[in-house]
Every structure is written in C-alpha cells, then in structure tokens.
C-alpha cells in the first residue's frame, strides 16, 4: 500500500514464538491483531477466514510449519491438515511443498530453516506484488492518456488487495502506484458476497490510502458496463492453469462475460506462485471450494457499536455456497505477472517464465 510498512503477517518482534495475523473478519469495524501460537491457531486462521487471499493463504501456511517445528511438533502432519484447509488456492500447497522441500534438505536446524523460509515468502510476495503494480500501471497511464487525463475507472471483485497478500496485493498494485504516480484513478468495489470482501476488505484498504472508490452490488457491473462507466476491470486469481484459465471469487465469471460483450479490458493480476503449471483445462481440473452455507444465509455487521450476525433468509431454505468460479482464457485480455503482462494462454506464460514451462 502507499503505507510501505504495512504487513499482513509478522512474527511478534519480542517473542519469537508468536506469529501475529490482522483478524480480517473484524474489518473495517474493528483493527484486531491476533496471535497464533500453534500450526492449529494458524490452521484456524486460514479455515475460518481470519486471513484469506491465495498468497496470505500460503503465507500464513509457512509460519504455521515454523510454529509446529519450535514445538516440536510433527510437520508432516501439519502439513497435510493445511493442505487441505483450503482447495482452491495453489499458493497454499506451493508455499507447504517448498518448506517442507526446504525442511528435509536441510541441517539440524530445523526451526532456522523454516523461519528463514517463511520470511522469504514473505519478502518475496511484497517484491513480486511491487513487479505486478509496475508492469499494470502502464496500462492504466495508456487509459489516462486516451482519455485526456479523465478519470480511469477501474472495477474490481473480491479482495485482491494488500491483504490478501503481505502488502501492495496484486490487482490493487497497480492502482496504489497510479495513485502514488497522481493518475486520476477511481475503483469501483464489488461487495462480493456473501462473505464481502470488497465492501469491508479492499473498500477499507482503499479507503485507507486515500483511493477515491465507490462500492456496488455485485449485480451493478454489467449496467456500469454498459453505460461506459468502467474502462478497464482488474481482479486476482487463486489458481491459473498453464493455458491462462483462472479461478477466482465466485462472480468473477460474470464480470468477464459482461466486459468480453461490452469490449471492456478484463485482465488478471497474479503472482507466478499462483500458476499452477500440472493443469490446462481450469473447469475440469481446478477444484472448488464450497463452504458453509451460514456465509449465504448471514450476514455480519455493526449495529450501535456492536458486531452482530443476523440470518436473512427462512430458516429452512436450502442453501449452496461455491467459494470460486473459473474464468476461461479466452475472456480475459492478459495476465499481468511479476514478469510482465502477457497473454492469457499457454504461448504467453511460457514465455515469461520458461524455466517453469518446460519443468
Ligand atoms: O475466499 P478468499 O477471500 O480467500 O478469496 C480471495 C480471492 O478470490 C482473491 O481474489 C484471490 O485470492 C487473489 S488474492 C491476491
């Protein structure tokens, strides 16, 4: 974010034993840090949301193996319970695979090594989130520049902002550097329901670093669509297959057909850690969370300075509640990485990241 030392995850600077994680479920009513002293706290955490977003997801993953190494417990085991705390996002099992890879290489030092680790993806993820707002902001100055310094109207789903990641995030990298560079950028925020990212996470965080954004329905897209209100939609992903197919929250799908039929720009902003590179096809291969249907049937808020949880629908109403959808290639117009924008196919990732295509 334009507050270069906000983290989204540290270890707690007078005892190393704790790993601290912001309670995102409280935002924006409430800034609560947490403490997580076991790998099940930072089990908890990922399963109940109190961090989410695919690279905080997987980082959160790393300090809860550094938590079971300084307690000595088994890290196989917690290995295999976070891997199956969340089925979508990939950054989760390449964040385990590579500790635990890290872990069996190494010296006596266990606990070192995974520290070492988990700080390193932590630091990377800020320096490839940086990499993804540097190769997006041209495309929003070549907006600005046609629209002779008009507003630039960007329209995001979910939250794929500072904290989904460690900071800067990575469909917002783009926008905080327009905004830092003084482009004239507007963000529309999607809610996201049902568990609201967009109106309590990336409203919060936008609001945060000044970022004029107004939030909408999920429904309102394709109307502002329409009427040329949005030139240019940005989102994340939590899995993008090889061939450049990406999950993300569920409703993106939609946002992608309303701009592919409005000839909007659709891209998807991503860390390569989120590549997924076993898989092509993402309908048939990319798994899809489903979660509690309470997320669909409540909602969470403030009332009188109070958090409370109300139940909106029949108490008997059958609900489903799918956490993601996939969005084929051929919607989205390029996939802005660390490595630069490319498209979203097979041909354009590897020719970013090679070393990872031939693998
Ligand atoms: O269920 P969530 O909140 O973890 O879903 C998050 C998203 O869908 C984000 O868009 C995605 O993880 C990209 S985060 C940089």
Same mark, same amino acid.
């Given at each position: 974010m334009a507050d270069e030392g906000f983290r989204t995850i540290w270890l707690k600077p007078d005892d190393p034993s704790i790993v601290q994680i912001i309670d995102? %479920?409280?935002?924006p009513h409430e800034y609560r840090i947490h403490d997580l002293a076991s790998w099940q706290d930072g089990l908890v955490a990922i399963q109940d949301m109190y961090v989410r977003g695919a690279p905080l997801i997987g980082a959160t993953a790393a300090w809860s193996l550094y938590l079971a190494a300084l307690r000595g417990d088994d890290i196989e085991r917690a290995a295999a319970a976070l891997l199956a =705390? %969340?089925? /979508?996002? *990939?950054n989760l099992r390449w964040a385990v695979d590579r500790v635990m890879r890290h872990a069996a290489a190494g010296t006596a030092d266990l606990v070192g090594i995974i520290r070492a680790d988990a700080e390193a993806i932590c630091q990377e993820d800020i320096e490839i989130c940086l990499g993804i707002g540097r190769h997006g902001l041209p495309l929003l100055e070549k907006i600005s520049r046609e629209k002779g310094g008009d507003t630039v109207n960007v329209l995001t789903h979910c939250n794929a902002g500072a904290l989904a990641t460690?900071? !800067?995030? @990575?469909? /917002?990298a783009p926008i905080y550097l327009a905004h830092q560079a003084g482009l004239d950028v507007h963000v529309w925020v999607d809610e996201t329901r049902p568990r609201n990212q967009g109106s309590q996470l990336t409203a919060w965080e936008l609001a945060r670093n000044g970022v004029p954004h107004t939030l909408v329905v999920d429904n309102a897209g394709g109307h502002l669509m329409q009427h040329a209100h949005v030139d240019i939609v940005i989102t994340g992903t939590d899995r993008t297959t090889r061939c450049g197919d990406v999950a993300n929250k569920i409703g993106t799908y939609l946002k992608a057909l309303a701009a592919f039929d409005n000839g909007i720009p659709f891209y998807v902003a991503l860390p =390569? @850690? /989120?590549? +997924? !590179? &076993?898989? %092509? +096809?993402g309908l048939t291969e990319i798994p899809i969370e489903e979660r509690d249907p309470d997320e669909v049937s409540h909602l969470h808020g403030i009332s009188e300075g109070s958090l409370l949880t109300i139940r909106t /629908? &029949? =108490? &008997?109403t059958p609900v489903s509640n799918y956490a993601f959808d996939v969005t084929p290639? %051929?919607? *989205?117009t390029g996939l802005i990485t660390e490595r630069g924008v490319c498209d979203a196919s097979e041909p354009g990732l590897a020719g970013l990241f090679p070393e990872k295509a031939t693998a």
């Open positions: 995102q %479920r409280r935002l =705390s %969340r089925p /979508t996002a *990939v460690i900071n !800067w995030g @990575t469909a /917002t =390569s @850690t /989120t590549i +997924d !590179w &076993g898989i %092509r +096809d /629908t &029949g =108490s &008997g290639a %051929r919607l *989205v």
